[in-house]
């Protein structure tokens, strides 16, 4: 439904990654505890979730952490920060990031989520 908009900014982080912002793909705000995945492919390369992060208003959290995570939450329409470090500098140019979110939504008897994909260029 609103898979379009997952992806919304790609920024470098210092020497060794990078920042993809993206936005939840329900039409309603979740506890952390129920994103299962934000898988990042970076210019076709997955990145591993052990080697990225996940912020929020500000906390930032492992998706080792996120199941445990019962009192923050990702509202609709708010930017999330999924932080990644890579081997190499992330070079200025166009790179290709592709966003995979999945959600556990008590009701449905299957998972939720989206996958967006765009080509953002770097400065």
Sequence with gaps: ???QY????????G????EVEVRMPYYRGLFLSMVE???????????????????????TYTFAELPRVTDDRWEMG??????FTTDEPLTPGEHDVAVSVR????????????RDRKRLVLA
């Design 1 to 3: 439904m609103f898979d």
């Design 6 to 13: 997952i992806v919304c900014g790609l920024r470098a982080r």
């Design 15 to 18: 020497e060794d990654g990078g």
């Design 37 to 59: 995945a934000v898988d990042l492919v970076l210019d076709g390369t997955p990145v591993p979730p052990e080697r990225t992060t996940f912020t929020v208003h500000g906390n």
């Design 78 to 83: 708010e930017r999330a920060v999924l932080g």
């Design 103 to 114: 959600l556990r939504i008590s009701y449905m008897p299957v998972p939720g989520g989206g």
